[in-house]
């Protein structure tokens, strides 16, 4: 949030950093911006956020979330590919519901 309304998010990834290093925590070297990956604030929330909720799958949401030019960045899915970041809709609710439109990409049915 502090990232979209121009605000630095520096204390609250120093937090993380601070609670995840415990004693070993030197902020000259570990803190936010003195790493490699803080040279882009966003980058810098994918990877604490990636390390804090590895096994959690919360790593698609936050690329969503970050746009489409870091799905295809950090996943398979190419640019050519976007429109595999819609599901198709079944044809069964397409039948059913007469104003729905198949997503692009998609045969219509």
């Given at each position: 949030?502090?990232?979209?309304?121009?605000?630095?998010?520096?204390?609250?990834?120093?937090?993380?950093?601070?609670?995840?290093?415990?004693?070993?925590?030197?902020?000259?070297?570990?803190?936010?911006?003195?790493?490699?990956?803080?040279?882009?604030?966003?980058?810098?929330?994918?990877?604490?956020?990636?390390?804090?909720?590895?096994?959690?799958?919360?790593?698609?949401?936050?690329?969503?979330?970050?746009?489409?030019?870091?799905?295809?960045?950090?996943?398979?899915?190419?640019?050519?590919?976007?429109?595999?970041?819609?599901?198709?809709?079944?044809?069964?609710?397409?039948?059913?519901?007469?104003?729905?439109?198949q997503n692009?990409?998609?045969p219509k049915?």
């Amino acid at each position: 949030t502090k990232i979209v309304l121009g605000e630095n998010p520096a204390m609250e990834i120093n937090l993380v950093r601070a609670r995840a290093f415990g004693s070993n925590y030197q902020g000259a070297v570990h803190g936010y911006p003195n790493q490699a990956i803080d040279a882009t604030p966003k980058d810098a929330i994918l990877q604490e956020r990636l390390l804090e909720f590895i096994m959690e799958g919360k790593r698609w949401h936050d690329l969503r979330r970050m746009g489409d030019s870091y799905i295809f960045a950090y996943t398979a899915v190419k640019s050519s590919e976007a429109y595999k970041l819609l599901w198709p809709i079944d044809r069964n609710s397409l039948t059913n519901n007469r104003l729905l439109e198949q997503n692009p990409g998609y045969p219509k049915f």
